[in-house]
């Protein structure tokens, strides 16, 4: 059962990111939907997995923000970057996290 929960929330982090790229706001939520879904039956499962893979969305972006700027602009891309990362980390949390976490409960329940 672990085994799904971790296949999903990476499945559905794959999915949120590919889908992002092309709609932002129904890329967080498609992504939860497929994390919720892999994870398994139940609601709390579900929500516990789309949030996860929003999370962990958010997280990457956050990183490739800090080495992006440091590759490009040295010692002040990394301040910069650290800066940036820091503001867009805590909004990709609460976005991503709750878009994901919304598509992980409806996947929760429907297989509930």
Same mark, same amino acid.
């Given at each position: ?29 498609? *992504? ?7 994870? *398994?039956?139940?609601?709390?499962? *579900? ?13 990457? #972006? ?40 919304? *598509? ?5 329940? #429907?297989?509930?």
């Amino acid at each position: 059962m672990a085994n799904n929960f971790w296949t999903g929330v990476i499945v559905g982090w794959l999915v949120g990111l590919i889908l992002g790229f092309l709609l932002p706001v129904i890329g967080p939520l498609v *992504g939860g939907f497929v994390a919720g879904w892999l994870a *398994g039956r139940g609601i709390e499962i *579900g929500a516990k997995a789309g949030l996860l893979a929003g999370i962990l969305g958010a997280i990457v #972006i956050a990183v490739l923000l800090l080495v992006g700027g440091t590759v490009f602009l040295g010692a002040f891309g990394f301040v910069a970057g650290l800066g940036t990362s820091l503001v867009i980390i805590v909004t990709a949390f609460i976005y991503q996290g709750i878009l994901s976490l919304i *598509g992980g409960v409806i996947a929760g329940a #429907i297989r509930r």
